[in-house]
């Protein structure tokens, strides 16, 4: 693994930076409602003009730079990532950085096809999004009449090429899918992926976020204890954003990611970078700071770093653990889309 830097920052609440997640677009080929819905997403929306969206070389750039300050591991998001064009190419770019494992998390749509070539370019692992087993109501929710078996084609696609474990993500939502846990986690059980269910969040302002709408974590959990012996298992490191647990039969395991319910701000490592270079410290953020401007303004690499140690040792978010004390208030700031900077 490559020295890291004599000072790696660390915020107010004494958490350090290790995780970056790297939206590479703003567009998708989903509707998703909880996400990208359509009579926001339209024919008309401005999407961002390609010469203000970072090319691969800042953005390796970049990922040079938060490797020295600790970053461990890199998502790649969108939007959707695998519509932007010979993205294998940024992949090799960043696995070139000593120490940096890169991952990418996908809506699945383009996965067949492209699975070969993501992994042969080096990237370790896929998330891809799936909400529903159902077709009829799979195609509902992406909204674009897409269907679920071109998913699940693309989930083993990936495995086939070594992009494992294929960790696979599900948003459970009150009243639309929350009858998917079961036939999901039946489905999942002793195949070798990791389903993760998570709780309906209120990311930007766009979803029509309502807190019944929300599936807590406690209830998936006990859906599957009434079918599967379960048993929870020790978190990998810290920040790790899913409970994991067991199925005690041997048939692997899953995930459980509480961030309404049960908030992990007190860990979290992770910062998102959006596709025209602007640094997000939290999902949740109402604005970014713009990073792309020192990227091309002939700031030296010594002088972005110094500048995010500093941005980083100022943060001090936790949206999550406020929400509950503070709803009112915090339902009327402004969010970034999660659409904007993924997941």
């Not at 790649?76 to 940096?100: C, F, H, N, Y």
């Not at 070594?162 to 039946?186: C, E, M, Q, S, Y």
Request: aromatic share 8%.
């Amino acid at each position: 693994m490559a020295s890291l830097p004599h000072r790696q920052p660390q915020d107010r609440l004494g958490r350090p930076i290790r995780d970056l997640r790297i939206s590479v677009t703003d567009r998708c080929n989903f509707r998703c409602r909880y996400c990208m819905p359509k009579e926001v997403f339209g024919a008309d929306f401005p999407y961002l003009p390609r010469a203000e969206i970072l090319d691969y070389e800042e953005v390796a750039r970049l990922g040079r730079i938060f490797r020295r300050l600790g970053v461990r591991k890199t998502r790649l998001t969108g939007g959707e990532p695998l519509l932007r064009r010979d993205l294998p190419l940024l992949i090799e770019q960043l696995v070139a950085i000593e120490g940096l494992e890169v991952t990418l998390t996908t809506n699945g749509a383009l996965l067949e096809r492209l699975a070969p070539e993501l992994a042969r370019a080096g990237l370790a692992r896929v998330t891809v999004s799936l909400d529903s087993l159902d077709d009829a109501q799979f195609r509902r929710m992406n909204d674009v009449d897409f269907p679920v078996a071109r998913v699940l084609a693309g989930i083993e696609a990936a495995a086939a090429a070594g992009l494992t474990p294929v960790k696979v993500n599900a948003v459970i939502h009150r009243k639309v899918n929350d009858d998917a846990v079961l036939p999901l986690a039946r489905h999942f059980h002793g195949s070798g992926h990791i389903l993760r269910f998570i709780e309906y969040m209120d990311v930007g302002t766009t979803n029509g976020w309502r807190l019944d709408d929300v599936v807590p974590g406690r209830e998936i959990l006990d859906r599957l204890r009434a079918e599967f012996p379960i048993a929870p298992v020790e978190p990998a490191y810290r920040g790790e954003v899913a409970q994991r647990w067991s199925y005690r039969d041997g048939g692997g395991e899953f995930g459980v990611i509480t961030s309404v319910s049960q908030p992990f701000c007190g860990d979290c490592t992770r910062a998102r970078l959006s596709a025209e270079g602007s640094l997000y410290t939290c999902l949740f953020a109402s604005r970014g700071t713009d990073l792309r401007g020192m990227v091309r303004d002939g700031s030296a690499d010594e002088e972005i770093e110094a500048f995010l140690h500093e941005l980083w040792g100022r943060r001090e978010d936790r949206y999550s653990e406020l929400r509950t004390a503070e709803t009112p208030t915090l339902e009327a700031r402004e969010r970034v889309e999660m659409s904007y900077i993924g997941g």
